[in-house]
Structures are given as structure tokens and as C-alpha cells.
């Protein structure tokens, strides 16, 4: 079996946000690989975030980027208690969903948010779009997926996250969450350029 540092097992841990001897569990059951066990530490911590999305987040900051003077964003970011809200990490995560806000001017925080009558116009574009050979019983999800995909850069958490395209910003707030174990909602959102009006 491969030596493991001690080294190796904070570096999981800080990564990760788990304990030290999950840290430690998980470098053994990799054999050593770095990587692998990052992988399952971080598949574990979101799966224990997911269980804490139903948490109330009552404290939390505002927080606000100005862009060259041109763009502003300006967003309320929610957690469970004011211990996590006043940390440096939770202020960082906060100015980098207001950078995403100034950056990609997404019009949603979540899908829910979508009216109504904008859902059912982009319901009816994706069926027209259909060829009408999909299978009966996959029918009602490739329509979710279209209508999904008709809106992923106008709602914050659906869009790809700046800093790093391979995870949206749902899945960077699901890390912050499973780093902190506390729940973590963007609550609103506004972005304001100059010599632009609603």
C-alpha cells in the first residue's frame, strides 16, 4: 500500500472539507491517489450539501463588484449563522457569484423564477423542434432538457461559473456548502452598466 503523508491528508481535508480521518479513510481506500480520493470526498460532501439545501438561511452579507466603472453587481448571499457569514471564505464566495452577476448578466437566480408565460413559449419551441421519433417514454424529459437548455445563461445557478466552466454556479455554492455545513442561498441579485435601462 502507498505511504500517505500527513501532508496529503490536511490537503484533502482543507480541499474538501471534510474531517481528518475521513481525509485519511479516503487516501487509503484510493491507495494513495491524490486525486481519486479528492474525487470521493467531493462526490460525499455534495451529496451531504444536497441534504442541507432545505435549511433555513437567515444571516448572510451583501456584497458588490464594480467592473471598470461601466458594470456593477450587487448580491444578497444567505447562510445559516453570522459565524460563516463574517469568515473570508464566505466573503470571497459572495464577490465571485457578484463578479458572475456583473460578467454574464444571468436575468434568475433559479428556474423558479421563470414567468410562466416565458416557460410555456419555450415549452412550445422545443416540441416543435422535436423530430417526432423519440420514444413515448422519453418524450416529457427531452422537453424538460430543451426548455432547461433555453434558459441555462439567463439563471445564475444554471449558468457555467467563470472560474471554472466545468461546474456551474450551483455546483461551486454546493462546495462552499459542503466545505462550510451550512446551508448557502443567493437570495437576489442586481446588475446595473452604465447608460443601460430596464
Given at each position: ?36 480520493a ?58 465571485k ?32 423542434s ?23 445563461d ?45
Open positions: 500500500m502507498a505511504e500517505i503523508s500527513i501532508e496529503s491528508i490536511k490537503k484533502l481535508k482543507e480541499l474538501s472539507g471534510v474531517g481528518l480521518t475521513d481525509a485519511k479513510q479516503a487516501l487509503v481506500e484510493a491507495n494513495g491517489d491524490f486525486d481519486e479528492l474525487k470521493a470526498m467531493r462526490k460525499k460532501g455534495l451529496t451531504k450539501a444536497e441534504k442541507r439545501g432545505d435549511r433555513e438561511t437567515r444571516e448572510g452579507i451583501v456584497d458588490a463588484y464594480v467592473h471598470d466603472g461601466r458594470i456593477a453587481a450587487i448580491i444578497e448571499l444567505n447562510c445559516e449563522t453570522s459565524f460563516v457569514a463574517k469568515t473570508d471564505e464566505f466573503k470571497d464566495l459572495a464577490h457569484i457578484a463578479m458572475q452577476v456583473a460578467s454574464m448578466n444571468p436575468m434568475y437566480v433559479t428556474e423558479a423564477e421563470i414567468p410562466e408565460e416565458q416557460l410555456a413559449e419555450a415549452r412550445k419551441e422545443a416540441e416543435a422535436l423530430s417526432g421519433k423519440e420514444p413515448a417514454d422519453k418524450k416529457e424529459a427531452i422537453l424538460n432538457a430543451k426548455v432547461s437548455k433555453a434558459f441555462a439567463k439563471v445564475l445557478m444554471s449558468q457555467a461559473y467563470i472560474f471554472d466552466d466545468k461546474m456551474t454556479v450551483a455546483d461551486f455554492i454546493k462546495e462552499a456548502i459542503a466545505k462550510t455545513g451550512e446551508n448557502i442561498s443567493v437570495r437576489q441579485f442586481k446588475r446595473i452598466e452604465l447608460g443601460v435601462t430596464e
